[in-house]
């Protein structure tokens, strides 16, 4: 599917097509939620203001509201346990965020129902799936902080096939600092979470590059974790500290907590030492690393830039072929 908002709002005048406004019935059927969208997307591009000077051939942005969780398209499977995994590693640039974003798109080609909750204030989930953070009036700081707003209020649906995200802006950094005065600081990415169980398969907690309270929120709600390590020197660096907060969080807080997974990423084959890493991190996790191995490859870091996961970008390349099979295993482990 791929139908990304930003891109598609990128038209011209003169592509657009003839505007034809469907019966009002149209609109109720909730399956049509992208055929609204680009009615809707039609219908502001095709009449330009009176005094909005129109360039020829120039390519105008045209700003449309993005989906919300109600246009939704109709869950066609039953749904069962919802299994909530935080993807974590307190190191940035580990492959965290390219996981959320492929491992959700290639279990959505499975036909699973995936949300990823970003939580991290780089928001790069988001914008790597084609959501412009710009436009977003709320994302997940305003779910943890103010208690009106629900995860359903800020979720984009079908970003692409059976994979929704709950954006993050870089108002969220704020959370960090606003939470710790806030009751029950720890348990509210729990509860927001709480209330969309039952309607997806996995959630995934894209975490931000620390272990502050946004990440500690993120220990409490989930169920497993998993963590990316990239196949380099130090790659077990910070590992122990990264075990020491599960350990006490899993005392204090979430007694259920353990580690779902250990996913060796950006492995280079060529190179002695990748392999040493892999088998260095095999030695400590053990039966934890998954089988699947995500290779160094040029594709998997164009394709955010694209708004797109590597499962759409490159289909048939040695990354997509990674996080498929990874999510084959993801599954398999249950
Ligand atoms: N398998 C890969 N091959 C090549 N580049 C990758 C791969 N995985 C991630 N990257 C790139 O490495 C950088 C860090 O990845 P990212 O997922 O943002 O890490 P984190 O979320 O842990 O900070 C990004 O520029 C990303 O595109
Ligand atoms: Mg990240």
Redesign the pocket.
């Given at each position: 599917m791929g139908l990304f908002d930003s891109f598609k709002r990128q038209v011209s005048h003169h592509e657009t097509p003839e505007v034809s406004i469907p019966p009002a019935s149209h609109a109720e059927e909730k399956d049509e939620g992208l055929e609204d969208a680009r009615v809707v997307e039609r219908e502001v591009c095709a009449e330009p203001a009176a005094d909005e000077p129109v360039d020829e051939g120039m390519h105008t942005f045209v700003a449309t509201p993005l989906r919300t969780y109600a246009d939704k398209k109709p869950v066609k499977h039953v749904v069962g346990a919802t299994k909530v995994i935080a993807i974590l590693?307190q190191k940035?640039?580990?492959?965290?965020?390219?996981?959320a974003i492929n491992l959700g798109a290639a279990l959505g080609e499975l036909g699973k129902q995936v949300l990823l909750v970003d939580l991290d204030p780089q928001g790069?989930t988001s914008s790597g799936l084609g959501i412009e953070k710009g436009e977003l009036d709320r994302c997940v700081y305003d779910v943890l902080i103010d208690d009106e707003t629900t995860l359903l209020d800020v979720i984009v649906p079908d970003v692409c096939d059976g994979l929704d995200v709950a954006p993050a802006t870089i108002n969220l950094a704020g959370a960090e600092v606003e939470l710790v005065s806030a009751m029950a600081r720890e348990n509210r990415l729990k509860e927001a979470i709480g209330s969309v169980r039952g309607k997806y398969d996995y959630v995934f907690i894209d975490c931000p590059?620390s272990l502050g309270l946004l990440t500690v929120n993120a220990l409490v709600a989930a169920d497993k974790l998993l963590i990316?390590i990239q196949c380099e020197f130090y790659a077990l660096e910070g590992v122990t500290k990264l075990l020491d907060s599960m350990k006490r969080v899993k005392t204090y807080l979430n007694p259920s907590l353990d580690i779902f997974g250990v996913l060796l990423?950006?492995y280079d084959g060529r190179t002695t030492l990748s392999k040493q890493v892999a088998s260095e991190v095999r030695g400590f996790f053990e039966k934890l690393v998954f089988d699947a191995v995500?290779?160094?490859?040029?594709k998997?870091?164009e394709a955010?830039s694209f708004g797109q996961p590597i499962t759409e970008y490159d289909p048939t390349g040695k990354?997509a072929q990674a996080y498929r099979d990874l999510a084959k295993e993801v599954v398999r482990r249950g």
């Open positions: 590693n940035g640039g580990v492959g965290k965020s390219t996981t790069n590059p990316p990423t950006m995500i290779p160094r490859s040029v998997v870091s955010p990354g």
